[in-house]
């Protein structure tokens, strides 16, 4: 298992046992994503503390997370980034369309 789920309140904490988000954890991600949805959590943060790169394949996960959050009435924000995966995020503009922040404490405060 590569993708860890933990409830926080009504948060659903989604978190990587990888330190390179390739692409491979898509299934394990997604259904993490609905799974919490399904529990009745609207708010899903991402934990990528320790992730060190993400490949183009990651970036789109991400991004399929945010929509499937979206489309269901939730929200997908992001934490922890490291600086060379944001630097990643930000080249190819996607760090405009994700919702970042600097730790999950702060992720859970903004509503």
């Known amino acids: ?9 009504q948060f659903a904490i989604i978190s990587f046992k990888v330190d390179q988000i390739l692409g491979y954890e898509v299934q394990e991600f997604q259904d993490a994503v609905l799974n919490s949805i399904d529990k009745g959590t609207k708010f899903i943060i991402v934990d990528l503390s320790g992730v060190k790169y993400i490949s183009s394949w ?22 922890c980034l490291a600086d ?12 405009t369309v994700l919702d970042i922040h600097k730790s999950v404490d702060s992720a859970m405060s903004v509503r």
Do not use: C, P, S, Y
């Not at 590569?2 to 309140?9: E, H, L, P, S, Y």
């Not at 970036?59 to 992001?78: C, D, P, S, V, Y």
């Open 58 to 79: 990651g970036i789109g996960m991400l991004i399929h997370g945010l929509a499937t959050t979206k489309n269901r009435g939730g929200e997908f924000k992001i934490a």
């Open 84 to 95: 060379k995966v944001f630097e990643v995020l930000q080249k190819v503009k996607i760090n």
């Open 1 to 9: 298992m590569k993708v860890i789920t933990v409830f926080k309140d």
